[in-house]
């Protein structure tokens, strides 16, 4: 339901376009034909409780404070008009700012340079990337789309598929150097693992059959941009999305490990509330998105 404030900007933006449109003039004599703007004058007079029109008048007069009133809705409507003949210039919603939260590594390794490429294509598009907390904890108020791993349970939620997501295991040259590289995903108890959020198993399959590992943690972190710099120093051997690695992979600073066993997980997706009508810049970068990531799993396929 609108505020008193917006029905009185409403009735000023009505008294400024019926002068306007029927080329009432001050100082015009009133009459019956002039009713509309009489009528829209004292309900301005009413909501405000200002006189606008000069009391016993029988031409079209404002006091002082009315003639500001009038002055201020003429420029409002103008400033209106200006943005309407701007807008239906716009062939599409491609102005404004998208807002997308990922996961901190996904977001600095995958999704920040796919973002610069994207503004560059469209430079009336501003882009905000945050770095996540879980989903569940999102502020939906200040975010278009959040970027993560796995589909969505919660109902309210829309989730598109942007890209494959492949978790490997990956440890420094210097780690296999100094302590020999796992055969098979039972070795791993043997190794010093890097673990995230006190993970006590992971997850491994090969020809249908899927099986556990325990896994006794050497060191333990809640933050995966401090488990992948622990992984890159040599400290062990960690679990990471190929999208959190990919450069350290290219660059062999990290080195695939167990590369015959797959390791079930979710793909990444695109998440937005139901409810909310999805503007057509973030559609956009939606699309973006899927091209380059699908394009760019295609070339990481041909790596491994």
């Not at 009413?46 to 500001?68: D, K």
């Not at 490429?117 to 939906?140: K, Y």
Request: hydrophobic share 40%; proline share 6%; with cysteine.
């Amino acid at each position: 339901m609108p505020n008193q404030l917006q029905l009185n900007l409403m009735e000023m933006i009505n008294l400024a376009k019926i002068i306007q449109e029927n080329g009432f003039a001050v100082g015009g004599s009133l009459t019956d034909k002039n009713y509309p703007v009489i009528e829209t004058i004292k309900q301005l007079e009413s909501a405000l409780h200002l006189q606008l029109q000069e009391p016993e008048a029988t031409t079209l007069q404002f006091t002082a404070v009315g003639e500001r009133v009038l002055e201020s809705s003429q420029r409002i409507l103008n400033e209106l008009e200006v943005l309407e003949q701007h807008l239906a210039h716009q062939p599409t919603d491609l102005i404004g700012n998208i807002s997308i939260s990922a996961p901190a590594d996904i977001g600095r390794q995958c999704i920040c340079p796919l973002l610069e490429q994207f503004a560059n294509l469209h430079p009336e598009i501003s882009v905000e990337l945050l770095t996540s907390d879980p989903i569940g904890n999102i502020n939906w108020s200040n975010v278009d789309l959040i970027i993560c791993i796995g589909p969505q349970s919660d109902s309210r939620l829309k989730a598109l598929k942007i890209a494959p997501n492949q978790q490997i295991i990956c440890a420094s040259p210097t780690y296999i150097e100094d302590h020999g590289s796992p055969q098979t995903p039972y070795d791993l108890t043997n190794h010093q693992c890097l673990v995230l959020n006190h993970i006590q198993h992971w997850r491994f399959s090969l020809a249908d059959n899927v099986f556990e590992i325990p896994i006794m943690g050497y060191r333990h972190t809640n933050d995966g941009e401090i488990l992948r710099q622990w992984a890159v120093a040599g400290a062990g051997i960690a679990q990471k999305s190929i999208w959190e690695v990919q450069t350290d992979i290219t660059a062999r600073r990290l080195v695939p490990l167990l590369s015959e066993y797959t390791i079930p997980v979710g793909a990444l997706y695109a998440v937005y509330p139901l409810r909310q009508i999805l503007p057509e810049r973030c559609r956009r970068l939606i699309h973006f998105l899927q091209e380059q990531l699908t394009e760019q799993a295609r070339f990481l396929d041909v790596i491994f």
